[in-house]
């Protein structure tokens, strides 16, 4: 019974372009949301988050907007490069130090 | 400063066999996560340690027993390996997110251990 879901298995942009990346979660205890990045052969990489009393957090390109009445948030990347082709993974957290993660979306920006 | 590293990369086992996976952190992290990644699951957690010489269950451990003698290692074992554990095994390690001076707990992954179970 997965609490975090990414419904978009994969997502194809244009390089410059917005990628807008979807998650939806079930769990109201999450006080916390993480966005990784995952490259072919390599771990995950922590990208950013946002805390559950905030609804905007931004840093640099990526920007991460929560709506906790809908349970929902979203990765905005702006604008999309090359080498943001990826695997990322959308997680939550309602404890200190235990994730909760979603399947993953692909991205790939498109010359 | 290696982060987390993962022994071995590659494995590939036949039904019944054992095997033990390594993780190693150089990051003085108090808590340790094994976690295994599925296509269409994404990433759930087998089991973790908040501290040397603890452990506990996380959302898939059946058929895994770990065990943290030391803070800088955690080790991941299969007693009799089945064809359902066939998966890419990634082990993370964190500080606690009071202690980082953040609320949110950023975990840092190791490159992970692609493993076919026969």
């Known amino acids: 019974d997965q609490q975090v879901k990414q419904n978009s298995p994969s997502l194809s942009v244009q390089e410059g372009r917005i990628s807008i990346l979807n998650c939806d979660y079930t769990n109201s205890m999450f006080d916390y949301f993480l966005w990784y990045k995952k490259y072919p052969a390599e771990g995950p990489t922590f990208l950013i988050s946002i805390s559950s009393i905030k609804d905007k957090n931004e840093d640099g390109r990526f920007t991460v907007f929560l709506n906790k009445s809908a349970k929902h948030l979203s990765l905005h990347i702006v604008p999309s490069q090359p080498g943001d082709s990826a695997v990322y993974f959308c997680?939550?957290?309602?404890?200190?130090?235990?994730?909760?993660f979603g399947a993953g979306t692909t991205v790939t920006v498109r010359a | 400063n290696a982060g987390v590293t993962q022994t071995p990369k590659f494995r590939v086992l036949k039904t019944g066999q054992s095997m033990t996976l390594l993780c190693a952190q150089d990051?003085?992290?108090?808590?340790m996560y094994w976690y295994r990644q599925d296509p269409g699951m994404g990433l759930r957690l087998i089991h973790y340690s908040v501290g040397e010489g603890t452990t506990a269950k996380g959302e898939v451990p059946d058929g895994y027993n770990v065990s943290r003698l030391k803070k800088q290692n955690f080790l991941l074992g299969l007693e009799s390996a089945a064809p359902s554990q066939t998966s890419v095994y990634f082990c993370?390690?964190?500080?606690?997110?009071?202690?980082?001076?953040?609320?949110?707990?950023?975990?840092?992954f190791g490159p992970g251990t692609r493993l076919t179970v026969l």
């Open positions: 993370a390690s964190s500080y606690s997110a009071s202690l980082a001076g953040h609320s949110y707990n950023e975990q840092f």
């Open positions: 997680a939550a957290s309602v404890e200190d130090y235990k994730l909760s």
């Open positions: 990051m003085n992290h108090e808590y």
